[in-house]
């Protein structure tokens, strides 16, 4: 974690450890290939809204599909994701660390969340457009066409980098606080990875709409040549009627179930990559060579 007093007075890059590095450049894509279906579930939620939590779960895990789909419906676009997340989660933490050596650091999540967008924006989308692909052909449903896997920006792009965004400050700003107060609860260790559940399951009130933002843009052809006002005014549109019914209290609108869906969706999918990759990185120091 960067020193609490500021940025350093001059320009830092210290890698991590051999153990570190290999975690990330091993455990990364291993973790993202593995969740896949919880991905997919949680990304089809931007274009289903009739379907509930345990739905979205069985239709990105081939439930419905025979035995010899099975496999190619759950992983789908597993492949695409998990070659970028090698140099995603090998480089993110070192490259937050310099930037937060001569800024301040919610400009230095900025630009490492920018980074991060044009290291994962494509693989990423191409992601959720595959998994939209599976569920329209089973449905009936035209398919969108696919970005390509390196493409560093694109419609949906400010989206997902807002998600980053908001992802990494979960970590970096407020789970030291949370370390604080459970100090007298949990020992070193558990006490760091509950902080990071905690905090990261906080931003995604946040991250969680944004993330369906981006899903939904890239999954609507429509909105990738409209114009900036067109494209926002039609994604508060869509916000609206995905979380929002109308209601007769002094507001005139109450949250509607998916709220509680796609919240879900997401802390379960944070809480597994937190999960597993926390085991390989205690795994890799514990185990590799030195």
């Known amino acids: 974690m960067p020193d609490s ?38 990304s089809n ?19 419905q599909s025979g035995p010899a789909n ?16 090698c140099i995603q989660w090998t480089i993110i933490g070192p490259t937050f660390h310099f930037f937060n050596s001569f800024a301040p650091s919610p400009a230095a999540l900025l630009a490492t969340a920018a980074l991060e967008t044009c290291v994962t924006f494509g693989s990423q989308s191409r992601n ?7 569920q329209a052909h089973a449905q009936g449903q ?30 970096r700003l407020l789970s030291p606080s949370a370390q604080k107060l459970l100090e ?39 909105l990738w040549k409209a114009s900036s006002k067109d494209r926002s005014w039609e994604l508060v549109s869509y916000l609206r009627g995905q979380y929002l019914l109308p209601s007769n209290n002094a507001f005139g609108y109450s949250f509607s179930p998916l709220v509680r869906r796609d919240f879900a969706a997401r802390c379960i999918y944070i809480a597994s990559v937190f999960t597993m990759f926390s ?10 060579p030195s």
Request: with cysteine; glycine share 10%; proline share 8%.
């Open 279 to 288: 085991c390989i990185e205690r795994l890799a120091v514990a185990n590799w």
């Open 45 to 63: 939620g931007a274009q289903d809204s009739s379907a509930s939590l345990w739905q979205l779960y069985s239709r990105a895990l081939g439930l």
């Open 184 to 222: 007298p609860i949990l020992p070193s260790g558990p006490r760091e990875l509950a902080s990071d559940l905690m905090a990261s399951m906080m931003t995604c009130v946040v991250s969680g709409p944004l993330n369906h933002c981006w899903t939904y843009t890239v999954t609507s052809p429509k």
């Open 70 to 85: 099975k496999v190619r419906v759950a992983y789908t676009g597993a492949l695409v994701s998990s070659g970028p997340a």
């Open 142 to 171: 035209a398919s969108v066409p696919l970005f390509g896997i390196v493409r560093p920006w694109g419609p949906g792009a400010t989206f997902f980098m807002l998600r980053n965004f908001c992802g990494m400050s979960g970590i």
């Open 128 to 134: 959720a457009q595959m998994a939209f692909n599976v």
């Open 5 to 42: 007093s500021g940025p350093g007075d001059s320009l830092q890059f210290q890698w991590p450890e051999t153990s570190l590095l290999a975690a990330g450049a091993l455990g990364g894509p291993f973790v993202i290939a593995s969740l896949t279906p919880l991905r997919n579930a949680m």
